[in-house]
Structure formats: C-alpha cells, structure tokens
C-alpha cells in the first residue's frame, strides 16, 4: 500500500518520463530556405520563452533599481531563464521542464521576495509558465505522474503563501485537466486507428482465405475434369486400338495434350496459391461464348454497350483464358453499373499471340454509388497474374475509366 502511494511521486520527481511528442500535422511544419522544416509549434514555444525573459528581466531590473534592496545582475540573468526555459523545454521534455522549475523556484521566490514589491509572490512570468509546464506534463505523462504533480504543486503552494492557495491550486488544476483530457482523446484516436488497421488487415487475410477457396473449386471444376476425361481415355484407347499400332498412337496422343493442358492449368493455380498476396476471382464455368448474356444484363441495367468482337475467337481458346477474360468484363462491366449508370461502355477484344480486353466507360449519366474497396480490381489483376498476363486499370480524361487487360494464350496451352 505504501509502495503504491510514494510510487507515482517517485515516478515525477526522478524515475518517470514522458511520452514521445506526437506526430505534427504538415499545417504546423513550414519549409524556409537555408534553414529546411521548421515546427511552428517548437518554434512558438521558443519565441513565447524569449518574450518571456525579456519581460521578466526587465521587471527585475525595474524593481531592483526602485526597491530597498538590491541583487546582483547575474542572479537577475538566472531568475528570469529560470522562468523562461522550461517554457522552451516543455514541448521536447515536459517532465523534465517541470523538475527544472521546482529546482528553481526557491531561488526564483527568494529573488522576488528580495526585490520585488508584488503579493503573493508569484511573478506574471511565473502565472504563465507554471500552468503552460503544468498542462505539458498532463499531455504527455502517465496519469500517476500528472495526479503526483499536482499534489505536489498544491504542498508547494500552500507552503509558500496560504493566502493564494485557492488562486493556483484552480490554475493548476485546469491546466492539469484539459491537459489529461488532451491525452486521453489523442489515445482514444489513436486506439480507434489502430483498430481500423487491425480490421483492414483482418478483412484482407479473410479475403485471401476466400479467394484461395475459390482456386480450390477451379482446381476441382477444371483439372478434375481433365483428370477424368484422362482416365477414361486411357481406358478406351487399348479397346479402340484393337491391335491397330496407328490408332494407339493417336490414343495416347490425345491422351498426352490432355495431360499437358491439366499440368499448365494445375501449375497455374498452384502458383497463387504459393503467393502469399494471392487474390483472384475464380469461380469456374463460363468464358467468352458468354459474353452476350452479360451485355444483355448491362443493358437491362441502363447502360449502352458496344461489342467489338472478332469472327474466330472464341473456339480454340483454352478454358483458363475465356474464364478470366469472362470475369475481367464482368467485373469491368459491374463497376460502371455501381459507378457510371446510364454510361456508355465499349468492350474491345482482340487476338494475335495473347488475348487483349479492353473495356471503356464514359462518366456516367447520374451519380455513381460510393467508392468500393478495390477488391475488385485487385481480383481482376490477380487473375491476369494467374495467367501470366497483366492488367492496367485507370480513369481517363472526361471522367470515364479503361480497364486494359493481356492475357497470354502459348502459357495456359503448355507447360514451361
């Protein structure tokens, strides 16, 4: 019980210390030439210690030329940066200006007491710092330190003058206070970030988790497939062969595409699941053949879409390359249903050694939903990945947004 009771005291006086500073707003940081960034605040609390001991020196001068008794020069010279430093300190080191005012002030009252002519003996320079050290030590202390602080601020002052015990223990204790309740929201501000951040990346492994048992599905849906088509073949070639050395060899022929296009589509897959950062859409079924069922919807939905689509395309591409050109304009064609309504979008697909998408959207013609999580493009550039492809999605001039996609046909029909 003792221990607990001397322990915030000792924490004030020698064994504490205070919080690091905040980080600074860049409205409080000013650039200068020859001199770089300079903190406004700092430097506020610098001038007001400069201001500080220029008026307290000048109104000891004042009264050791007008009182009874004189002191020497440098003893004034001391008063007055005993005042005026812990001002300079408290941003930086706001315990350690406060200790440096207690040190001080029997010296700083003595000097007053000597030459000066005021009652209670509390210089202004003194009213002015001690609250301003007072409410540093509360912003930035544990609050044991700041209850200490006080207490000690209330011995000290009943100590020196009883009378103006009511006057400083109010300034002291609405220092002490708005400074604590500086603190405790700045924590509870910073607590609330650090929840959001938790969350934000909570959200992101869920994601992950969901996305890879997407993959797990693609693998079951279209290497599977593979896997039994194999299976079965391996079984009827010998049967249909019949002895024929020609028709054995087209068997196993067949058999070893097959095989190929399996291992690429496994190898594939495979490959997000090792990244760590893996995040496709990959929910099997269509491809491109189905491209017109998804324009029928977008224009049902009010947009007016525009296909250029050339002859020959769709029959030799392998599944892996329709399916992600298939959910990359899903995807491309829902965003502008959320963002653009009524827009008018241009779905260009073209061939030569890889397939390329691009679908284009003008602003829309009423406004857009609020701004999603990017999930989505995230989704469609993964899936691009998975290929080996890429995918560039960005706003263009006028207010519209182009989602450019290349997706590479020679990798998902053979193994590397």
């Given at each position: 019980?003792?221990s607990a009771?001397?322990r915030p005291f000792?924490?004030?006086?020698?064994q504490g210390?205070?919080d690091?500073?905040?980080?600074?707003?860049?409205?409080l940081?000013?650039?200068?030439?020859?001199?770089?960034v300079?903190?406004?605040?700092?430097?506020a609390g610098i001038?007001?210690?400069?201001i500080?001991?220029?008026t307290?020196?000048?109104?000891?001068?004042?009264?050791?030329?007008?009182?009874?008794?004189?002191?020497?020069?440098?003893?004034l010279y001391?008063?007055?940066a005993?005042?005026?430093?812990p001002v300079?300190?408290?941003?930086r080191w706001?315990l350690?200006?406060?200790r440096?005012t207690?040190?001080?002030?029997?010296?700083?009252?003595?000097?007053?007491?000597?030459v000066g002519?005021?009652?209670?003996?509390y210089?202004?320079?003194l009213a002015?710092?001690?609250?301003?050290?007072a409410?540093?030590?509360?912003?930035?202390c544990?609050?044991?330190?700041t209850?200490a602080?006080?207490?000690?601020?209330?011995?000290?002052?009943?100590?020196i003058d009883?009378?103006?015990?009511y006057l400083?223990?109010i300034?002291?204790?609405?220092?002490?206070?708005?400074?604590?309740?500086?603190?405790?929201r700045?924590?509870?501000?910073?607590?609330?970030?650090?929840?959001?951040?938790?969350?934000r990346?909570?959200?992101?492994?869920q994601?992950?988790l969901?996305?890879r048992?997407?993959?797990a599905?693609?693998?079951?849906?279209v290497?599977?497939?593979?896997?039994?088509v194999?299976?079965?073949?391996a079984?009827?070639?010998?049967?249909k062969?019949?002895?024929?050395?020609?028709?054995?060899e087209a068997?196993?022929?067949e058999?070893?595409?097959?095989?190929?296009?399996?291992?690429?589509?496994?190898?594939?897959?495979?490959g997000?699941?090792?990244?760590?950062?893996?995040?496709t859409?990959?929910?099997p079924?269509?491809?491109?053949d189905r491209?017109?069922?998804l324009?029928?919807?977008?224009?049902a939905?009010g947009?007016t879409v525009?296909?250029?689509?050339?002859?020959?395309l769709?029959?030799?591409?392998?599944?892996?390359?329709?399916?992600?050109?298939y959910?990359?304009?899903?995807?491309?064609l829902?965003?502008?249903?959320?963002h653009a309504?009524?827009?008018?979008?241009?779905?260009v697909?073209?061939?030569?050694d890889?397939?390329?998408?691009?679908?284009?959207n003008?602003p829309?013609?009423?406004?857009?939903g609020?701004?999603?999580?990017?999930q989505?493009?995230?989704g469609?550039r993964e899936?691009?990945?998975?290929?080996?492809g890429?995918?560039?999605?960005?706003?263009?001039e006028?207010?519209?947004?182009?989602?450019?996609?290349?997706l590479?046909i020679?990798?998902?029909?053979?193994?590397a």
């Amino acid at each position: 019980m003792f221990s607990a009771v001397v322990r915030p005291f000792a924490l004030a006086l020698f064994q504490g210390d205070a919080d690091p500073p905040p980080p600074r707003s860049q409205r409080l940081r000013l650039r200068l030439p020859l001199v770089g960034v300079v903190d406004l605040a700092q430097a506020a609390g610098i001038v007001l210690a400069l201001i500080l001991y220029g008026t307290t020196l000048s109104q000891l001068m004042d009264w050791n030329v007008t009182g009874t008794r004189r002191m020497s020069e440098p003893l004034l010279y001391l008063t007055a940066a005993a005042i005026s430093v812990p001002v300079a300190l408290r941003d930086r080191w706001p315990l350690a200006a406060w200790r440096a005012t207690m040190v001080m002030l029997p010296v700083v009252l003595w000097v007053t007491r000597a030459v000066g002519t005021s009652d209670p003996p509390y210089m202004l320079g003194l009213a002015v710092m001690y609250p301003l050290v007072a409410y540093s030590v509360a912003v930035r202390c544990d609050r044991r330190i700041t209850v200490a602080v006080w207490v000690i601020s209330f011995l000290t002052a009943w100590i020196i003058d009883p009378d103006s015990l009511y006057l400083v223990t109010i300034m002291v204790t609405v220092a002490a206070l708005y400074g604590y309740n500086v603190r405790v929201r700045r924590n509870a501000t910073a607590r609330l970030a650090e929840e959001e951040r938790r969350s934000r990346l909570a959200e992101g492994a869920q994601a992950v988790l969901e996305e890879r048992a997407r993959i797990a599905r693609e693998l079951h849906d279209v290497v599977a497939h593979h896997m039994s088509v194999i299976a079965i073949q391996a079984e009827a070639v010998p049967l249909k062969a019949a002895g024929d050395p020609a028709r054995l060899e087209a068997g196993l022929a067949e058999i070893r595409s097959l095989s190929l296009e399996a291992i690429a589509e496994l190898r594939q897959v495979l490959g997000v699941l090792r990244d760590q950062d893996g995040r496709t859409d990959t929910a099997p079924q269509p491809g491109l053949d189905r491209l017109d069922d998804l324009v029928s919807n977008a224009r049902a939905a009010g947009l007016t879409v525009g296909v250029e689509l050339p002859d020959q395309l769709l029959g030799a591409l392998p599944p892996a390359v329709g399916l992600s050109a298939y959910r990359i304009v899903q995807e491309s064609l829902s965003n502008a249903m959320r963002h653009a309504p009524g827009t008018t979008v241009t779905v260009v697909v073209a061939r030569d050694d890889a397939l390329r998408l691009h679908v284009t959207n003008g602003p829309g013609a009423t406004p857009g939903g609020p701004e999603g999580t990017g999930q989505g493009l995230v989704g469609m550039r993964e899936r691009a990945a998975l290929l080996g492809g890429t995918l560039e999605a960005r706003p263009i001039e006028g207010g519209g947004f182009q989602v450019s996609a290349t997706l590479p046909i020679a990798g998902a029909e053979e193994t590397a």
